[in-house]
């Protein structure tokens, strides 16, 4: 945090509480914040809070913008220096602070129950046997906790109850795809032209129709 303290020459009365970025000062109503005061421009100076401190710049004011008795067109502001601006005195507070930023905890899965047949159970009912397996969260499931999601024009998607990530059968639970018609009628027929190939057996000679 940071404030510029007014001490007493009018036009303000409250800190001024600097906001990360660039805070305008001025006496102009259209400023971040208004000091109402005649030795003060209506775009007076920008004060710049960041990671690096603070930073005064003047725009070009009537009066001027000093620090410490210094006038200045842009320069750093320490805490405990004096920012005067016009004949309005403020002095910088800054208090130290740091960004912390927590370290990432990968989660821990609770561990997967089993049925005395060595089968999974679902996360949420240890009773019954898990059916369906989260690609994010990788948490096992029943039937009747998947949530379903039908698409029009597509296929239903079947969601985690957890983190709503897409689920997939396991393979012990996972059925054959079901064959055309068609490609039973090919089978058939690939079965008949072998019975054919096979009835000339190596080392027999196939009689010859009379008129060949």
Not at 93 to 108: H, L, N, T
Not at 139 to 148: G, K, Q
Not at 169 to 188: C, H, I, M, T, Y
Request: positive net charge; glycine residues 10%; hydrophobic residues 35%.
């Amino acid at each position: 945090m940071a404030k510029l303290i007014p001490q007493g020459q009018g036009g303000v009365t409250e800190p001024i509480e600097l906001r990360l970025g660039v805070n305008r000062i001025g006496r102009g109503p259209h400023n971040d914040f208004s000091i109402d005061h005649f030795t003060v421009s209506a775009l007076h100076c920008e004060v710049k809070l960041d990671g690096d401190g603070i930073t005064v710049k003047d725009l070009g004011s009537t009066n001027g913008t000093y620090v410490d008795g210094q006038l200045v067109q842009t320069s750093g502001l320490q805490s405990g220096q004096r920012l005067r601006l016009g004949s309005v005195e403020l002095i910088a507070e800054v208090a130290d602070f740091q960004v912390s930023i927590p370290e990432y905890q990968k989660p821990v899965l609770p561990p997967m129950l089993k049925t005395v047949t060595g089968k999974s159970v679902c996360l949420k009912h240890d009773f019954r046997p898990a059916v369906w397996k989260c690609s994010r969260c990788q948490h096992l499931f029943c039937t009747p906790c998947i949530h379903r999601m039908r698409r029009r024009g597509g296929k239903t998607l079947y969601l985690c109850p957890e983190c709503s990530g897409t689920c997939e059968v396991l393979p012990e639970f996972a059925q054959q795809p079901k064959r055309s018609w068609l490609g039973v009628v090919k089978d058939k027929l690939n079965v008949t032209k072998l019975m054919k190939l096979t009835r000339v057996l190596p080392g027999r000679k196939v009689k010859k129709k009379e008129g060949e």
